[in-house]
């Protein structure tokens, strides 16, 4: 028989038919997004796969409860859409591995992979079983991200209605909507299916259209079908009679597939397959043309009755320890949540722990953890929910859960080390040094594989060195033994060794080699975007402690591009604050007061109070450095009221000396340096510390060898931040030192490093700035010079900006500090050498 157009036509002995009205429905619509949406069994998939057969850019992917988790639905669909290898995957993966919870990032992921899918050219993106995500807000947020975000068009297959979808839509034509009573089969479509049997009218009619249905009883030479019973129960009916028409081998081999996946479309490799395979063919038991898949109804019938069998129990098991060995971890833990296999549950999620947190999957390792903590007292269990708690900045929480769970946990489980490094973490962040140093050493003895030693010793170093523990040289030995390993081990080390020379825990300071060019290098082949920026933010505060600003400010940038590009939204307010610091130094008073608005306006957002006094520290020096003292001495008066790492609570005292110090108040100001000095050995702390007393002993004009000494200590760490910031507080000190003959040579070299061009005038020094006239001025001044370029007089740019000729000498008298120039005509030359 030969089909006309418009009828559905039998492909062989499938009963896979096409639908021509429905390809044809497909095939003229406009809209933008098409939702084929309908209970199981109604064709979805099938029609979906007819229909991709036709397009051209089409790229299809089947989703899973697995992707519930957005870090995998974000990875699959880069994965799919670009292959597994692409830089786009990379890309996403990067993006996973940066968010310490990706679940609550979705709409930045959906936009991720939205890029990459557009990069690709993709066309079509066809996504069937839509519905096993929409329990899944995250998930949907980033599938609506998705929607809105991809160039080409989408084609979704769903039992639930999509929460991004809208009536609205749908009436303006955005989304073509294909429902139940479009896919249901006609009258005439059931009986080209199912052929002219006496009982196919009432089989038409009870089933209501369902194509599962009549799929079934196309196999049924002629189904007596139950007067009056539902779809639902018809089918259930009928898979029955099929299934007890099937051979004894067939029935055992259905249940290992079920066992296997709902679409699992790859024999196993053994021989007696092929036959089985054809006989379940010719029963219906395959739902597609493209391989042998079951049906997920039929997968659920299946699985309900192997659970009346008597050895399900030993099936079941042997299916998650097959699902383990193979990596397969939402196969395993779905059997074991399915079938409740309780005493399985310790040491699955254990197995599967490690490997899902460090692909980002804390969702669905939550997820399981959560369903199953009313079941079952697995350690595992509760440190999964400690680790999720962790991730959520839950640091109560987590220690409550992990120290819960300690005591029956034996030293040799695989998690006994991750429970360690959690307390280690939350100790560490809440300033509980002693505790995070015993916690990580904990871990490091309880580690039973390379990843979480390697974590273990880098968590133990970060401990020592920013609490300034004993031990911390060691630590970072630990951390040098193994650098070569990767990328990431190489930053880690490096990054660790600056930090400890930042507190002070070496002789020799900043002045030793700081691996610049090995990191430099090193960089892109660190897939960690956390480790990247912990590296570019560690060398650019070294640089900064160094005077040398531009060079940090260089580093910084690419630590803000990192932390954008991946949402490292968390790490931004410390590398603000070392902007501020750098924008300081560079006399860019502006930037650096915007840096400081920006923390402050964080601090106020959040519970992070260290933020806001780690600012006012800073701001307290940027009104030294435009002379305002007394407002330096009110900004840092109120002693910190909340735990800090030494070198915060240390820079804060030490700041408020130089402050003292800068308005006369000798004894406090010493006593405040002492204090600091005792709080941190971080080399800032001392360096300020000692300014302060030498501020004290040039503005008194006392014999001492403070100032001096401040200058050797720089020359010898290489610390020249405290040194700057001194010399630009108290024009007396900085006369004090210029009038040693001594330190002259140092001074110079110290004002040329750093492009101070006004400092280097008092002292007599002929230096000039080097930088761009742009890059020192402020926008006003920058329009000034401008003008006095075109031959204005004082008056003129007066009159031409409405400003009094007061504020206009003002203005100049900047500029020409800011450019190291004299006269007009030498101002007007730096401006055309840059500008041309």
């Not at 038991?285 to 009346?308: C, I, R, V, Y």
């Not at 702390?685 to 040039?698: N, T």
Request: aromatic share 6%; hydrophobic share 45%; with cysteine.
């Amino acid at each position: 028989m030969t089909a006309s157009a418009g009828q559905p036509r039998v492909r062989g002995e499938r009963r896979i038919i096409e639908r021509p009205r429905l390809i044809k429905l497909l095939d003229e619509t406009d809209a933008r997004t098409i939702l084929l949406l309908a209970p199981a069994g109604y064709g979805k998939t099938t029609l979906a796969r007819q229909w991709a057969k036709t397009l051209r850019g089409a790229v299809w992917v089947t989703l899973t409860p697995a992707h519930r988790d957005v870090a995998y639905l974000a990875q699959d669909l880069a994965r799919v859409a670009t292959g597994a290898d692409s830089d786009s995957t990379r890309f996403i993966a990067e993006q996973v591995r940066a968010r310490l919870n990706p679940q609550r990032a979705p709409r930045e992921l959906g936009a991720a992979v939205a890029s990459a899918l557009n990069a690709a050219r993709i066309s079509w993106l066809l996504v069937d079983d839509y519905h096993e995500i929409s329990s899944a807000p995250a998930a949907e947020e980033l599938a609506e991200t998705l929607e809105q975000q991809l160039r080409g068009r989408l084609l979704v297959a769903t039992r639930v209605r999509p929460m991004w979808t809208s009536g609205r839509r749908v009436v303006y034509g955005e989304i073509l909507e294909v429902t139940r009573s479009d896919l249901a089969m006609t009258d005439a479509e059931v009986t080209e299916v199912v052929g002219k049997k006496p009982s196919a009218r009432q089989l038409s009619e009870q089933a209501r259209g369902w194509p599962a249905v009549v799929g079934l009883a196309a196999a049924v030479d002629d189904p007596s079908v139950p007067q009056g019973a539902l779809p639902d129960t018809l089918h259930r009916y009928l898979a029955e009679e099929l299934f007890q028409r099937a051979s004894t081998e067939l029935q055992q081999a259905l249940f290992e597939l079920a066992l296997r996946s709902p679409r699992s479309t790859t024999l196993p490799p053994d021989e007696r397959w092929p036959d089985l395979a054809a006989e379940a063919d010719g029963l219906g038991f395959t739902s597609e043309d493209t391989g042998f898949e079951l049906h997920p109804l039929l997968q659920d019938f299946l699985l309900e009755k192997l659970a009346a069998l008597p050895d399900a129990d030993e099936r079941v098991r042997a299916a998650v320890a097959a699902h383990i060995e193979a990596e397969a971890w939402d196969l395993a833990l779905a059997l074991v949540l399915r079938f409740d296999l309780l005493d399985t549950v310790d040491q699955t999620l254990s197995i599967a722990f490690g490997p899902l947190v460090r692909s980002g999957r804390l969702a669905t390792l939550a997820t399981f953890a959560q369903a199953m903590h009313s079941k079952v007292a697995a350690p595992s269990v509760q440190i999964t929910l400690a680790e999720a708690a962790f991730r959520d900045g839950n640091l109560e929480l987590t220690i409550d859960l992990a120290q819960a769970v300690q005591p029956n946990l034996s030293r040799d489980h695989p998690l006994a080390s991750r429970t360690a490094a959690l307390l280690g973490h939350a100790a560490f962040l809440k300033a509980d040094f002693p505790a995070a140093d015993a916690a990580f050493r904990d871990a490091r003895e309880t580690a039973t594989d390379e990843r979480d030693l390697a974590d273990a010793r880098y968590g133990l170093a970060l401990a020592r060195i920013f609490g300034e523990q004993t031990g911390a040289r060691k630590s970072v030995h630990a951390l040098a033994a193994a650098r070569h390993r990767s990328s990431v081990d190489f930053l880690r080390f490096a990054a660790s060794e600056i930090a400890l020379r930042l507190v002070g825990g070496t002789r020799d300071g900043l002045s030793a080699n700081l691996h610049l060019d090995a990191i430099r290098q090193l960089l892109p082949g660190a897939e960690d975007p956390r480790v990247r920026t912990n590296a570019t933010y560690t060398v650019a505060s070294a640089l900064s402690q160094r005077g040398e600003y531009a060079a940090a400010r260089e580093w910084l940038k690419e630590f803000f591009e990192d932390a954008e590009a991946f949402g490292l939204d968390f790490a931004v307010p410390y590398a603000t604050w070392t902007l501020a610091q750098v924008a300081i130094g560079q006399r860019r008073f502006g930037e650096a007061e915007r840096a400081l608005q920006a923390l402050e306006d964080h601090a106020a957002r959040s519970s992070e109070r260290h933020h806001e006094l780690n600012a006012r520290a800073l701001r307290a020096r940027l009104l030294l450095q435009n002379g305002q003292p007394d407002a330096a001495a009110r900004c840092v008066a109120a002693d910190p009221d909340i735990p800090l790492i030494p070198s915060w609570s240390g820079e804060y005292l030490a700041t408020r000396a130089l402050a003292l110090a800068c308005v006369g108040n000798r004894q406090e100001a010493e006593e405040t340096a002492d204090a600091a000095r005792g709080a941190s050995s971080a080399l800032q702390v001392q360096g300020l510390a000692l300014a302060a007393r030498a501020i004290v002993v040039a503005t008194n004009s006392e014999p001492g060898q403070e100032p001096t000494r401040l200058i050797r200590v720089a020359q010898r760490l290489e610390v020249w931040d405290p040194v700057v910031c001194a010399l630009r507080s108290s024009l007396s000190f900085a006369d004090r030192l210029s009038a040693d003959d001594e330190l002259r040579p140092a001074l110079e070299r110290l004002y040329r490093k750093i492009g101070d061009s006004a400092l280097a005038r008092r002292a007599g020094f002929r230096t000039r700035a080097t930088a761009s006239p742009i890059e020192v001025l402020s926008p006003r001044e920058y329009e000034i010079l401008g003008l006095i370029a075109r031959g204005y007089k004082n008056g003129d740019i007066a009159k031409a900006l409405f400003i009094g000729v007061s504020t206009t000498k003002v203005h100049v008298r900047h500029i020409f500090e800011k450019l190291g120039v004299r006269t007009r005509a030498e101002a007007a030359a730096r401006l055309q050498m840059f500008e041309g």
